[in-house]
Structures are given as structure tokens and as C-alpha cells.
């Protein structure tokens, strides 16, 4: 599995942001896929995540209300469309993947970074006040 993130940048408050995640490797065994992210001095924090069918999607607490998440299986990828951003979004975003069907089923694991096998390398978003 090889993550590839990109769609980040510099944007004003208010603005809007749209992350894309590519996996170029296999996915037969692949679950659901979202995002964390991490500020400077802080702890990666759990964005959003979503069923390998799509059907489910979750969100952490700063992003509910403005922040969609949505997949192409086709595609084998998976997109955060960010809206209404503050400058506390700006971090370094990180797209994972779950191989196991109960990591999203469970509050607690699909919150948790070391639920998630695997990682991408991160795309930073700022946003300027």
C-alpha cells in the first residue's frame, strides 16, 4: 500500500480546501480509509474516516459540520473537502488506511492513530487569520 496525499496549501479563514488520498497499492484487504492530522506541539488528531463501501462516514469533533469526506473505490481513493476553514486547522495531514473491519466500528480505535496500518506522507494546510 502506498498513500499519496495532496490538495493542501495556504488559504485565508473561511476558505475552503480539498485533500485527496491515492493508494497505488493493493486494497483487496483494505477496509476504510480517513484522516488525521498534527499541529506543531501537539498530538495527530483524528479527522474523519470512511468505509471501504462509503457508506459510513465519521468525524472528529473539528470537523463535523464543515469538513466532507467521500471515496472512489474506482479510484482506490479518498477525498476531504474542507470548508469554512479557521487558522487551529493548520497542520500537516495525514491520509491512513485500516486493515481491519472493526477499526471504524469502535469510537475509541478509529480515533486512535496506531489503529490505522497504514500512513501517508502528509500534506501541509495552512490557514492564514
Known amino acids: 500500500v502506498q498513500l499519496q496525499a495532496s490538495g493542501g496549501g495556504l488559504v485565508q479563514a473561511g476558505g475552503s480546501l480539498r485533500l485527496s488520498c491515492a493508494d497505488s497499492?493493493?486494497?483487496?484487504?483494505?477496509?476504510?480509509m480517513g484522516w488525521f492530522r498534527q499541529a506543531p506541539g501537539k498530538e495527530r488528531e483524528f479527522v474523519s474516516a470512511?468505509?471501504?463501501?462509503?457508506?459510513?462516514?465519521y468525524y472528529g469533533h473539528s470537523a463535523k459540520g464543515r469538513f466532507t469526506i467521500s471515496r472512489d473505490k474506482g479510484k482506490n481513493a479518498a477525498y476531504l473537502q474542507m470548508n469554512n476553514l479557521k487558522p487551529e486547522d493548520t497542520a500537516v495531514y495525514y491520509c491512513?488506511?485500516?486493515?481491519?473491519?472493526?477499526?471504524?466500528?469502535?469510537?475509541?480505535?478509529?480515533?486512535?492513530?496506531?489503529?490505522?496500518?497504514?500512513w501517508g506522507q502528509g500534506t501541509q494546510v495552512t490557514v492564514s487569520s
Open positions: 491512513v488506511v485500516a486493515g481491519s473491519t472493526s477499526t471504524l466500528l469502535s469510537s475509541r480505535a478509529r480515533s486512535t492513530p496506531r489503529s490505522y496500518d497504514y
Open positions: 497499492g493493493r486494497t483487496d484487504s483494505l477496509y476504510g
Open positions: 470512511i468505509s471501504w463501501g462509503g457508506g459510513n462516514t
